[in-house]
């Protein structure tokens, strides 16, 4: 079983739609949860970043934090062309530097 | 230049070559790192450097062979290569490596290597 699950996608969904990407962790010693986005020919950048559980937002974006399921999710909100991008979750127990990555998924949105 | 910066952004290489991945970061941090992204996998933490020391090698085979002249370069060096090794290379750096905190850590854009 992978530390960390992650539909690669893609998904496709029209311009405004709301988006839910998510992903499904085992390691209940996860306490800092973040959401990179990464355009195409870039390299990922952070998006959000959550500490242990509740939800957090910001503009179009909300990440939401589940430890009881060990799943965390990434809301954006009238979804835009420009949002196309691949959204990698990961997350750290904040013990080292080490970041635990999902496969990343693929988000395309339809004008 | 800000930010983090690699160079070349794309290499197509022989089996038999040798060459160089070049990274360098503008931001002053003092930790940095190589990653490799294949398509549909997670990404795979290849090395750290920690002010100059490496402090990590994650069973990477010895064809890879990192160097970390100072704080702001990083280089992988490249010989006999498989084609599987064919991958989007990543460097990152962030403010430190170690603690009991998340350290944003910074992308550059990658170098697209392919292996014939």
């Known amino acids: 079983q992978k530390e960390v699950e992650q539909d690669p996608g893609p998904l496709s969904v029209p311009e405004g739609a709301i988006v839910s990407l998510n992903c499904t962790y085992s390691n209940s010693a996860f306490q800092y949860f973040m959401w990179y986005r990464q355009y195409s020919r870039k390299g990922p950048e952070l998006l959000m970043y959550?500490?242990s559980s509740g939800n957090k937002e910001d503009g179009r974006f909300t990440a939401q934090v589940d430890k009881s399921s060990k799943y965390i999710s990434l809301f954006i909100r009238d979804s835009q062309p420009s949002d196309s991008a691949t959204y990698l979750c990961?997350?750290?127990?904040?013990?080292?530097?080490?970041?635990?990555w999902g496969a990343g998924t693929k988000l395309i949105i339809k004008p | 230049e800000t930010g983090v910066t690699q160079t070349p952004r794309h290499l197509v290489m022989g089996m038999t070559n040798k060459k160089s991945l070049k990274c360098e970061q503008h931001?002053?941090?003092?930790?940095m790192y190589w990653y490799k992204q294949s398509a549909k996998k997670p990404l795979e933490l290849m090395f750290v450097y920690n002010f100059k020391e490496q402090t990590e090698n994650n069973s990477v085979p010895s064809r890879f062979s990192p160097e970390c002249p100072n704080s702001s370069h990083l280089f992988l060096h490249l010989h006999t290569l498989q084609p599987e090794d064919s991958a989007l290379y990543l460097c990152?750096?962030?403010?430190?490596?170690?603690?009991?905190?998340?350290?944003?850590?910074?992308f550059g854009p990658g170098t697209r290597l392919t292996v014939l």
């Open positions: 959550t500490y």
């Open positions: 990152a750096s962030s403010r430190k490596s170690q603690g009991s905190s998340y350290n944003e850590q910074f």
């Open positions: 931001l002053g941090h003092n930790a």
């Open positions: 990961a997350m750290s127990d904040g013990s080292n530097y080490q970041l635990i």
